[in-house]
């Protein structure tokens, strides 16, 4: 069973654009990671919010891509870009199963 990941990303007042180019810039390894089935971008402008909708082949491969994009930087990288930072300004949200109800 697949798991679905939902992202937020809360960007600093002036800085979507910005936050758009890292994003653009490292998405393709996302995709690219053990275990991603897919990955979708909005955005929120009036929010100044990023979500991002995943499909992964389990929980823990997820987990085992965000500890490597921790180990490799991303809290540093996006900490000018995100209001609160990264432990602040990211929401993460591990799906259970889907229901047919």
């Known amino acids: 069973m ?3 990941i939902i992202a937020h990303f809360k960007a600093q007042e002036g800085k ?3 936050m758009a ?4 810039a490292s998405l393709g390894a996302t995709r690219g990671f ?8 909005y955005v929120e402008e009036s929010a100044n919010t990023y979500t991002l909708i995943e499909e992964w082949e389990s929980v ?6 965000l500890q ?10 996006t900490a000018s870009l995100i209001e ?11 799906l259970g199963a889907k229901l047919d109800i």
């Open 16 to 18: 979507l654009a910005e």
């Open 84 to 94: 609160g930072g990264w432990d602040n300004g990211v929401t993460i949200q591990r």
């Open 34 to 41: 053990d275990g991603c089935i897919g990955l979708d971008v």
């Open 2 to 4: 697949s798991a679905i």
């Open 68 to 77: 490597w994009r921790i180990d490799t930087g991303i809290k540093e990288a």
């Open 60 to 65: 823990a491969h997820y987990d085992a891509y």
């Open 21 to 24: 180019e890292v994003f653009k």
